[in-house]
């Protein structure tokens, strides 16, 4: 089987299709967009990849673009390298936190300290940094993006983090969760923060000329049995920024997709009272089910995903076509669906069963 | 306040996170020379209360976090009255997350609910070779292993680790868990238990070794 003969016929740009689908507008099939381990890519060119992850993702028909990322830190541009060894390397990163990466291989990196520790310290060194931190972000390279973007005529995004994430990326899991209940105030505040910055830097591409299709927000609030915190303290603390988020995008006539892994089940009608357009990427372990979510949401909140990265690992193509078809019926009754995996979509699939869920995704995400 | 309101307060402090008036009661406990096993089951009822709350989503992390926080300064106030008087852990649990795999909430979770129960917890942190986990085991005698692995890709890892541990004969009962493990997956790759949360790891626990 050929790369060529794998790509799919299109009668809509990836843009009007993806514009159709938040519409709930008829469109000639889903949308579709994917995310790959390293290792996963490195596996698939020893089983006859001829090309990476974009070559993956043109084969695949991907329809979205994207022209930025936006993840501003309080001390940018001062990682340190602290120590180097065989497997891993030690870096003081920009936002603070001591962390330590596999120097061969993708995979969540471990966090092995957090300076900013105390609400004293944000105050009088991390507060500060951040607001006088310069631009984060390259307006004319985003710009040019934009426009590589239209070319092909994809749908655009700008990428940013969200509020949870970048408190959490700062001051770390634990001493968040803390805070979030001895110091709300404190988190509060870091979470408005950092919202503006993000904010902040996202204008600065609209100033450029720039005006992509929306905005997309990564963060992860949950994990696979519940959110971190519970809705009422989500619903104090942090909703308040991802409703700044969402109303600047649609101010700038975006719409706005959130990523986060987990069981975000609890807090589904806290993201529709915020406004979000879209959920991605749905994890199916976390007991996040598009057969269940489509007809109680799907009409208000667009679905996008959650096509079991277990089951594309098991390599069983017919549990892999029966994931697919069931999940696909339900999302596609509402107009309002998009493919991608629950998550990225690790080393354990093969590049054949890859390429058979390109013909899956093909055959069954027909709207004839 | 009598002995048991003392000790009731003193669960619900721990239960609720509250770290200063657990402190004040269990001080409050040890001075009226309350007995040291009844001090020790009101801190590990207030751990409990807050598992089964986190387990029912009555309860998340930051309620968990504190409740810990709130046993971990209780239990060093009534350690030494636990040495006097020659109580001792209940098991040795050691734990870790696999090799290859840096995650460690979900791991540190579980180590405090374990501390909670008045388990002696050795913390082998992330990435964990095998050969680490047998040799910790055998050197602390551990009555039970705590496997973690939060990515798909380490699951193979989980699998080799739980044959290596079987291979070298340890007694020790192993227990499974993390985001990608199902109770399925712990009994295809031979562990005696799997736990969903750091909550239904204790009773999980409880279930392998009843008459501990």
Redesign the interface.
Known sequence: MSNATLTCEATLTGRQRVQRMFARQDHDRVPRHDTFWGETIERWQGEGLNGDARHVLEMLGSDFHQIAWCWPAPLAGRDQVIEVDAQTRIVRDGHGKLVRYWRDRSGTPEHLGFDCDSREKWQRIYKPALLDSGLQINPPAARRAERLGREKGKWCYMACVEPFEQTRAMMGDELTAIAMAEDPEWVADVAEAFTSEVMRNLDAVIAEGAWPDGLWCYGDMAYNHATFCSPKMYRELIWPQHRRLVQWAHAHDMKFIYHTDGNINAVIDLYLEAGFDCLQPLEAKADVDVRKLAPRYGDRLALFGNIDVMVMGSNDLEALEAEIAGKFQAGMATRGYAYHSDHSVPPTVSWATYQRLIELVDAYGRYD | MRGTDTLDALTAAIEH?RRDEAVALMRAAVAAGEPPRKMLDALAAGMADVGRRFSN?Q?????V??AA?AMKRSMAVLEPVLVDAGIRPEFTAVIGTVQ???????K?LVAMMWKGSNYAVVDLG??VSPETFIEAAGDYGADVIGLSS????TLPAMQRTVRALRCAGLKARIIVGG??V?SSFARRIGADGYA??AAAVVRETRRLMPAG
């Open positions: 996170g989503e309860a998340f992390i930051p309620e976090l504190t926080r290859g795999d840096l995650h460690d909430i979900g540190n992330t990435n939060l990515m798909t890709t985001a990608p199902t969903k949360d």
